[in-house]
């Protein structure tokens, strides 16, 4: 099976085993955390950090794939292209995260209904690591822009009191140090696999792992193969999709 993961794919299966580590590793840090007095603002409903561009592996990415209907497929792939369009245009990284966050919007996997992932099983390292110590509003686009340098002053005080940040963003630092072994897991399950590594855009990348002329490049180590294939659907760009090593 080329086009999506299967339940003997050595690569999804290696990330499966990471994410189900990590996830008892993250329980119990939290356990700790809120024993100890602290407090974590994020839950279903909260949807802040549901437009921030997302980088993950070919590996996270086909299984997500692989949980997606043809309606579902059909509003990643738009939001892949949306997100191709705003990387060949914006200036410069900062702009394109903004512009991302700002016009691109909302991941479509994102239930808008009931404020939580619908595919929250398959969801990607970044969502499962993210975990807020502060209000979510803090979260959400262009916050810092918004609020007066008295808020950004006290801002960064509670920040720099608040166990678990890394005393200048909110976020909770452990939490995504824990996750770090994810990463590893696909990038040697990728590399043993394939002979290459895939990295890039998470829309894009689920959207490329149900191609399958996409993975079958990939799946013979033919990483200028793929690019082509992705070139040929309009699906790359040098931010959004990266081999490792570089195609020649």
């Known amino acids: 099976m080329t086009g999506s993961a299967s339940s003997s794919d050595p690569v999804t299966a290696a990330v499966q085993h990471a994410y189900a580590r990590y996830g008892r590793q993250a329980r119990s840090w939290l356990d700790g955390y809120a024993q ?39 509003a990643v792939e738009a939001h892949a292209r949306a997100a191709v369009a705003n990387a060949r245009t914006a200036p410069d990284e900062e702009e394109y995260v903004r512009r991302h966050r700002l ?80 990463w590893t897991a ?7 696999a394939w002979g290459l590594e895939v990295w890039g855009d998470f829309w894009l990348l689920t959207t490329l ?18 690019w082509q294939v992705a070139s040929g659907r309009g699906l790359s760009h040098r931010m959004l999709l990266e081999f490792a090593p570089a195609p020649r």
């Not at 437009?51 to 993950?56: A, H």
């Not at 950004?152 to 678990?164: L, N």
């Open 36 to 74: 100890r007095g602290g407090q974590v603002y994020c839950g279903a409903g909260c949807t802040a950090c549901c437009t921030m561009p997302i980088r993950v592996s070919l590996a996270e990415a086909r299984i997500m794939a692989a949980t997606l209907d043809a309606e579902l497929a059909r």
């Open 186 to 192: 696909a990038s040697r399950a990728m590399r043993r």
């Open 103 to 182: 016009q691109v919007g909302f991941c479509p996997i994102l239930d808008r209904s009931t404020g939580g992932c619908s595919r929250y099983d398959a969801r990607p390292t970044r969502c499962r690591d993210t975990f807020s110590a502060l209000p979510a509003r803090y979260c959400a686009a262009e916050t810092w822009e918004t609020i007066g340098p008295r808020e950004q002053a006290e801002y960064q005080r509670a920040v720099a009191r608040t166990p678990g940040t890394d005393g200048e963003l909110h976020f909770i630092a452990p939490l995504e140090h824990l996750s770090e072994p994810v």
């Open 209 to 226: 792992a149900a191609d399958e002329r996409f993975m079958a490049a990939v799946q013979a180590g033919d990483g200028r193969r793929a």
